[in-house]
């Protein structure tokens, strides 16, 4: 508490009788004091090299306009679809890319946290002034989101310590979790003088309002969900703007009585260009023998339903699975599920992953029908996409993109998707709502039991040929309100004129 808010009740002697370790040598760096101690870590020996200053590390050139951060603690660099990371991983490095290409942003930092706690790597994208630093904390993997809480202190350290080292100190700072990894890039923005930025969400209070009205919930995850909740109005009550995303601000607004309307602005998130085809057909990548398993020669020519993402529980793979078999959509359609780590997953992936299989070794006659991947590259999703949209089923039926979330926030695989040509369908809850009108350019439905997702997919693969005018109307959609230049402008402007810049002259 002392280091973050930069007081200093005691002097070094009393520090060192008290405290040990990095916690003390954040104390006594604060102070002005020199640490020499024995390091028991590599994470101990990386802070006290940087310390004594033996840390090599670049160093940017000035910029005569604002320089943003942007926090991405979950999930990090990873491949979307591995581990934490998803749809804002790709997103956040997309309105990264945007942003920079424009005249009036100078630089835009992007916070991750570090692979492993033995290196500070600093790097700049190629032919961009987009930085990455990545931020090391004590611990051999990465944090889940119930244990930041005692990686805050030390994040915040070395934020405040790396960023003006390099050149890299933020006019503004954009964080976008409830949780005491935003809470730590936030103090590091206090401390640095930047100006906060805070997306707020109906998460977490609509999960505490939801998850524990019974009484009989764990313990430790309702401690966790107030802890979110009390972090989300540390956040909101402290950010110099809050914004929200797209769609949400009446939802917003109910769990935040003390935010007025006309003071949230909602900003859309968005997408970038799909990458040149390569050339390579992904589509074979599908049939090509697997351990896991994989479509054969029956699937040739169906309807595919695509699913994409990180294999979590709230993305709900198993329950599209089983609603695929209970429905009988294995008869009719070919179902294509990628996402989860190919190696060291997490429990939440391995959890997953066990209930698809078992789904799929109990029902033989869906043997073929059924294709799991492990995550792909951006990249080669999208190019994944237009090669399927590009060869329509047989019947004439669009392939289809089948969101199993409980919730969406915003969908950026499903405006992903849609570009490509796909018929999206997702959750009636959440932010698809925004920009999917059902029926006009995709369907809604409920993905919250096994039968009424099973329903609604069906009722969709039934229209067959029918839906593929809804299709080419989603895919104008995102191509005509979601490219993400049109949508980092908005961007842009709220990050500038926080920052204090006059606004750029546009004639």
């Known amino acids: 508490m002392a280091t973050s808010h930069r007081l200093t009740p005691l002097d070094p002697d ?15 760096d604060l102070l002005g004091e020199p640490v020499e101690a024995d390091a028991r870590s590599p994470y101990e020996k990386l802070m006290l090299d940087l310390l004594h200053d033996d840390v090599p590390l670049p160093v940017a050139p000035p910029v005569t306009e604002p320089t943003i951060a942007q926090s991405m603690l979950i999930g990090g660099t990873a491949p979307p679809g591995e581990g934490a990371s998803g749809g804002l991983t790709v997103f956040l490095s997309s309105l990264a890319e945007a942003l920079v290409r424009r005249e009036d942003i100078g630089r835009v930092v992007t916070v991750v946290l570090a692979p492993e706690p033995t290196t500070v790597t600093v790097e700049r994208h190629s032919a961009s002034d987009h930085w990455t630093v990545h931020v090391p904390v004590d611990s051999p993997v990465a944090p889940a989101q119930p244990d930041m809480a005692r990686h805050r202190a030390g994040i915040t350290w070395w934020l405040t310590k790396i960023l003006p080292r390099c050149g890299l100190t933020p006019d503004v700072v954009h964080v976008r979790y409830s949780d005491d990894g935003s809470l730590a890039v936030a103090d590091a923005a206090r401390l640095l003088g930047a100006k906060l930025v805070f997306t707020v969400t109906p998460d977490p209070h609509r999960h505490l309002a939801e998850r524990h009205l019974d009484g009989t919930a764990d313990l430790a995850a309702m401690r966790f969900d107030l802890h979110r909740v009390r972090a989300a109005d540390h956040l909101v009550g402290h950010a110099d703007q809050v914004i929200t995303i797209g769609g949400r601000q009446d ?15 909602a900003l859309e998130e968005g997408i970038s260009p799909a990458p040149p085809h390569t050339g390579r057909s992904l589509v074979r990548e599908l049939f090509a023998p697997s351990a896991l398993p994989r479509l054969d020669s029956s699937a040739e020519g169906l309807p595919v339903l695509l699913n994409v993402g990180r294999l979590h529980p709230m993305k709900q793979q198993p329950l599209l699975v089983k609603a695929w078999l209970d429905a009988g959509l294995h008869r009719s359609t070919a179902l294509v599920v990628i996402g989860g780590s190919a190696t060291d997953r997490t429990p939440d992936e391995q959890d997953v992953l066990d209930e698809v299989l078992a789904l799929a070794r109990s029902s033989p006659s869906a043997r073929g029908r059924l294709a799991v991947l492990t995550a792909w590259s951006n990249h080669a999703v999208r190019q994944l996409q237009h090669e399927l949209a590009a060869t329509p089923a047989v019947s004439g039926a669009p392939h289809v993109y089948a969101c199993s979330s409980a919730k969406e926030e915003f969908g950026i695989a499903v405006l992903e998707a849609m570009e490509a040509g796909f018929l999206a369908t997702g959750p009636v809850r959440g932010g698809l709502r925004n920009y999917i009108d059902h029926g006009r350019n995709g369907f809604l439905v409920d993905t919250a039991t096994v039968r009424s997702l099973g329903e609604g997919l069906a009722g969709v693969v039934g229209l067959g040929a029918a839906t593929a005018p809804i299709a080419a109307a989603g895919q104008r959609t995102v191509r005509e309100r979601f490219d993400i230049d049109a949508v980092a402008e908005p961007f842009a402007a709220l990050y500038r004129g926080l920052s204090g810049f006059p606004p750029r002259r546009t004639d």
Do not use: N, S
């Open 251 to 265: 939802e917003v607004l109910a769990h935040f009585p003390g935010l007025a309307q006309d003071e949230l602005p």
């Open 14 to 28: 009393e520090a060192r009788a008290i405290v040990t370790g990095p916690p003390l040598w954040r104390y006594l």
